[in-house]
């Protein structure tokens, strides 16, 4: 089996104003550990990661108030 033959090719994407929680939850809906943060007025993209979501969780920051901007890894 190739690497290839269980990736998904749909990707999972989510705007900057999500929260970690709606993020979470669609990431958890999808079973992937990652999801493309698209900001359609900034250039660029980034990925909110589980570990992401974790570390924030970990330092008790709040998931219904923390946004995906404000987590995510820039390239």
Same mark, same amino acid.
């Given at each position: 089996? *190739? =690497?290839? %033959?269980?990736?998904? #090719? =749909? &990707? *999972?994407? $989510?705007? +900057?104003?999500?929260? !970690?929680?709606?993020?979470?939850? !669609?990431?958890?809906?999808?079973? =992937? /550990?990652?999801? =493309?943060? !698209? %900001?359609? %007025?900034?250039? /660029? $993209? /980034? $990925? *909110?990661?589980?570990? %992401? $979501?974790?570390? #924030? !969780? /970990?330092?008790?920051?709040? +998931?219904? &108030?923390?946004?995906? #901007?404000?987590?995510?890894?820039?390239?």
């Amino acid at each position: 089996m *190739l =690497v290839r %033959d269980a990736m998904s #090719s =749909v &990707v *999972l994407t $989510i705007g +900057p104003a999500h929260t !970690l929680r709606q993020a979470a939850r !669609l990431m958890s809906a999808r079973r =992937v /550990g990652a999801a =493309v943060v !698209l %900001d359609l %007025d900034r250039c /660029g $993209i /980034g $990925i *909110l990661t589980e570990r %992401d $979501i974790l570390n #924030s !969780l /970990g330092s008790g920051q709040s +998931p219904d &108030v923390e946004t995906a #901007s404000a987590h995510t890894t820039t390239a």
